[in-house]
């Protein structure tokens, strides 16, 4: 099987890790090459395309999505546009794997989730964590019971955003910036996945610590799960020396992860409980590659890729509700969408 892809926009992340990860050579059978990339902008796309090795530039959807070489979409555009490219990828039946946070709101990702339910194509959602070695390992070890039961979690999501992504990250609520929408829905959805549970309620707070002047760049957030288990996440984009990593702690033991909210296959992670310290081995791999080897089978198999458009819509509203709390300064209740 082959897997053409076309990329929906000429970004950052597209340039630093999709292209490449489309080329990894994965295990899985599929032969996967980016076929066409759409930029609104000509010379940027050209230039983008010339330097990836890709054939096909386009200016506007509606040709890429006409382009019979294009099986699945990777959207990696401002999350503004998100809605509107899914929807125009699955009316063309194509596959859809778009960039978080899905929209702006959650009738917008409910929308865009039946969609590509209703014409029958895959859909997926770039969370790469679950896609990290680290994170899988650390699931297992809850998942085995080693720990007892979860009892907490904290997260430590707080970096110095790059200033080649100071744009509209820190000066356009419109395209959907700020620190919530960019690293929080991360987050949540990493909680999700570890603890397997969603969260019930959150409360947060925002601050504005600097480098945005009207959206958040910095956050902390409770959320309680309903098991009891009781969540903390620190997101920022203006502290460079922080660190990264989470701990779980049960009633038999806990697990501490350093360096692992990141892009990177890298990472440390120790297991404590009363036989000791144990540090965890784990054969790194990529995390995008990962991904896309997922969405693969998921298209070959009919499987689930590694993160669904159902998920993306969950980990979406656990961040709109933090966002919501630190507006208001309240309590707010998480009502998930049935699907
Ligand atoms: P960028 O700011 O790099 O690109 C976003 C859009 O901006 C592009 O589609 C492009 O438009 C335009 N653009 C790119 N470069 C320039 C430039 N030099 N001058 C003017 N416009 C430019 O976005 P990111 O790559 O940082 O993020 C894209 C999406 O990916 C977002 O949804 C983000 O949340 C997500 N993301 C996800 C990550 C993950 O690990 N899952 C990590 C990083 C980002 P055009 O298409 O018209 O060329």
Same mark, same amino acid.
């Given at each position: 099987m082959r897997i053409g892809w076309g990329f929906i926009g000429a970004s950052t992340i597209a340039r630093q890790w999709m292209v490449d990860a489309v080329n990894a050579r994965g295990e899985v059978g599929v032969t996967q090459e980016v076929v066409a990339l759409m930029s609104t902008n000509k010379a940027r796309g050209t230039a983008f395309a010339h330097e990836m090795g890709i054939a096909g530039v386009y200016q506007n959807i509606d040709d890429l999505l006409a382009d019979?070489?294009?099986?699945a979409v990777y959207i990696s555009t401002t999350?503004?546009?998100h809605k509107s490219q899914v929807l125009a990828a699955a009316a063309a039946g194509k596959h859809v794997l778009c960039e978080k $946070?899905?929209?702006?709101n959650i009738e917008d990702a409910v929308q865009m989730v039946q969609a590509c339910r209703e014409v029958g194509v895959v859909m997926g959602t770039?969370?790469?964590?679950?896609?990290a070695a680290t994170h899988q390992a650390i699931r297992r070890q809850i998942e085995s019971g080693v720990?007892?039961?979860?009892?907490a979690m904290r997260i430590f999501h707080a970096v110095h955003l790059p200033e080649n992504l100071q744009t509209w990250r820190i000066n356009k609520p419109q395209a959907g910036g700020g620190v919530i929408l960019d690293i929080v829905v991360h987050d949540a959805d990493t909680v999700r996945y570890l603890l397997g549970e969603d969260p019930i309620d959150v409360m947060a707070y925002a601050q504005h610590?600097?480098?945005?002047e009207t959206i958040e760049d910095g956050a902390m957030t409770i959320m309680r799960m309903p098991s009891g288990a009781l969540v903390q996440s620190h997101e920022s984009f203006?502290? $460079?020396?922080a660190g990264t990593g989470l701990e779980v702690h049960g009633t038999k033991g806990s697990i501490f992860a350093r360096g692992?909210?990141?892009?990177?296959?890298v990472g440390e992670i120790e297991v404590v409980t009363e036989q000791g310290r144990q540090l965890l081995e784990v054969v790194p791999h990529n995390l995008y590659a990962h991904s896309l080897q997922k969405f693969a089978l998921a298209i070959s198999e009919k499987a689930q890729p590694a993160v669904t458009g159902e998920d993306g819509v969950k980990s979406l509203a656990v961040a709109l509700a933090v966002a919501q709390s630190a507006v208001t300064g309240q309590r707010v209740e998480i009502n998930y969408p049935v699907f």
């Open positions: 019979p070489a294009v099986d999350n503004e546009l $946070p899905l929209a702006l770039n969370h790469h964590l679950r896609n720990i007892g039961d979860v009892v610590a600097g480098m945005a203006v502290v $460079p020396f692992v909210m990141t892009q990177q296959s």
